[in-house]
């Protein structure tokens, strides 16, 4: 079968019958974006190979070629389907919309990208092979989660009644809501990534990072937009990935907030442990935030979103970051420097575990808390905070981490619309004011990542922390240190605060030597002998 859009293509018998083609073809565009009303598919990611079912209502019954579009809108083929005019079901048509279905094989072409049935109907192409270099995860089950379509979501403030459903299925249609709003928090990116050649992409929905094997192949994850909605497979998964010494980038707010459950093609979320009927309690579909669930938010990517909150609210802040690590390997290129301000405007922020604040103001990572092998922050955006968590402001954090020695390296941004653009304003990150910097940023942090080139502040962090072995004790301390050492080489020590100003400078000529710090305020420093970093002192009052 030859796609109606090919025949144009091949067709060279005279000018006036392409002519006639392409007329056909124009009005065909036009009378198939108008005539197409809604539909959905049987799943939300596909091989290249696989049979689609399109369940689709039409104005009135017609058999023509219906076009298939990239994620920059523009047709790349056509499917030949006869579509009539369907009802959907009375009868809680958020759980079963009720649409017979319409088979047909996909194009054999396409490759895996991110694609629509004329702007009504979305879904994904996998890559059969599995084996590209980064794979982008889109947020399906977020959008399923707002997706009023039937009369409810996930929501009271959508939702018919003002009353939420605590089960909704991913084949109905995407309501207006979501093509309009929700998926905005993606599609910039996703239409400046298709163009990008350095590095190779695939794409796979929420319900396929509960198969390990479809990125098990990859260097690094990407999760994108506003992904809220997870499984506790799907975190297994992507804890495994890191683990095993993957890398991960999460461009995204308001990352992991709620545990879900994926029934065949339902999504489960109560958002009571209470009302959820299943006894088992690690899968209560509750905030992963809970620790009934015992299973931060924080322990998998470093942040969540209790520890940000809103970032465009009353005490929003700055709509962006505001730098306070400009030798980041992460910003080369950009020419920012201390406190430059880059301007990413973000209803929701994530924010990592802080200890108060320095001198400036600039929030101090909880480094004790958190436990990492190794943490930085690059910039920070104060928040609106939750109510029921926070009684101070939270920090939306950009930041960069190792969890363990042997582990991946995983940059979170922590922004949910640093992909995309807020619905309202239109600005956001990638395709905001400062557009050029913040991709400039993704592509350090891709190039860095996949070419496995150092990301951290400090160079050789790692290698000169074992040449340079240090015991420093006691510590947190509140005014001296005891410094214990391999050897007796003469060394300088030297602290540095965290935004790397030298702050004490002395010389080492013993094994054993007792350091007063009582002259330095309360704070995090980072200890280097000669200029190598060997360890963190936390200094309290």
Not at 297 to 302: F, H, L, Q
Not at 339 to 365: A, R
Not at 418 to 425: A, D, E, I, L
Request: hydrophobic share 35%; charged share 20%; proline share 3%.
């Amino acid at each position: 079968m030859i796609p109606f859009l090919n025949l144009i293509a091949i067709n060279t018998f005279s000018m006036k019958f392409i002519f006639v083609l392409s007329f056909i073809f124009i009005t065909n565009f036009i009378f198939s974006f108008d005539q197409l009303e809604e539909g959905y598919s049987d799943k939300t990611s596909y091989k290249s190979v696989d049979t689609i079912k399109f369940y689709l209502s039409s104005a009135e019954k017609n058999q023509r070629w219906f076009y298939i579009l990239n994620i920059n809108h523009k047709i790349i083929d056509s499917v030949y389907l006869t579509v009539d005019h369907q009802e959907k079901n009375e009868f809680q048509p958020w759980v079963n919309y009720g649409y017979k279905a319409y088979s047909t094989y996909l194009p054999i072409h396409l490759h895996t990208g991110i694609y629509s049935l004329e702007n009504k109907v979305f879904f994904i192409i996998k890559n059969d092979d599995k084996n590209a270099q980064i794979t982008i995860v889109y947020p399906t089950n977020t959008e399923n989660a707002y997706n009023n379509s039937g009369g409810k979501s996930l929501y009271n403030f959508n939702s018919t009644a003002k009353t939420k459903a605590n089960t909704v299925t991913f084949l109905r249609p995407l309501s207006p809501f979501i093509i309009n709003e929700v998926r905005l928090a993606c599609t910039e990116f996703l239409k400046w990534v298709s163009h990008k050649k350095e590095f190779t992409f695939q794409y796979i929905s929420d319900q396929d990072m509960e198969d390990y094997t479809e990125i098990s192949s990859s260097q690094l994850i990407v999760i994108i937009g506003h992904s809220e909605y997870w499984s506790r497979k799907a975190r297994e998964n992507f804890d495994k990935f890191v683990n095993l010494g993957n890398d991960a980038v999460v461009l995204s707010g308001n990352t992991m907030g709620w545990q879900v459950r994926i029934e065949d093609d339902l999504l489960v979320c109560y958002k009571d442990a209470k009302e959820d009927p299943i006894e088992d309690k690690a899968l209560k579909t509750i905030e992963w935030a809970n620790g009934d669930l015992n299973y931060s938010t924080v322990s998998s990517i470093g942040c969540d979103w209790p520890h940000g909150a809103y970032g465009m609210h009353k005490n929003h802040g700055n709509y962006g970051y505001t730098i306070i690590n400009p030798h980041s390997p992460l910003l080369e290129n950009t020419g920012l420097k201390f406190f430059d301000f880059v301007s990413c405007q973000s209803y929701e922020y994530d924010g990592t575990l802080i200890n108060g604040t320095d001198e400036n103001g600039i929030p101090i990572i909880d480094v004790e808390k958190l436990n990492f092998y190794n943490i930085e922050l690059i910039g920070y955006d104060k928040a609106d905070p939750v109510d029921h968590y926070n009684k101070h402001s939270g920090y939306g954090t950009f930041i960069v981490f190792q969890k363990m020695v042997n582990s991946g390296i995983i940059v979170n941004t922590a922004f949910n619309t640093f992909t995309g653009k807020t619905p309202n304003s239109g600005t956001g990150g990638i395709s905001g004011k400062d557009s050029v910097v913040i991709r400039k940023i993704v592509d350090n942090i891709f190039d860095k990542l996949i070419y496995n080139k150092q990301v951290f502040t400090r160079v050789a962090e790692f290698k000169t922390l074992q040449e340079n072995k240090i015991d420093v004790f006691p510590n947190p301390t509140s005014r001296f240190i005891t410094l214990t050492r391999n050897n007796n080489d003469l060394k300088i020590l030297i602290l540095k605060n965290q935004l790397g100003e030298i702050v004490l400078s002395t010389t080492l000529n013993f094994s054993n030597q007792m350091i007063d710090l009582s002259q330095l305020k309360s704070g995090v420093y980072n200890v280097f002998l000669d200029d190598n970093y060997t360890t963190k002192v936390v200094l309290l009052d």
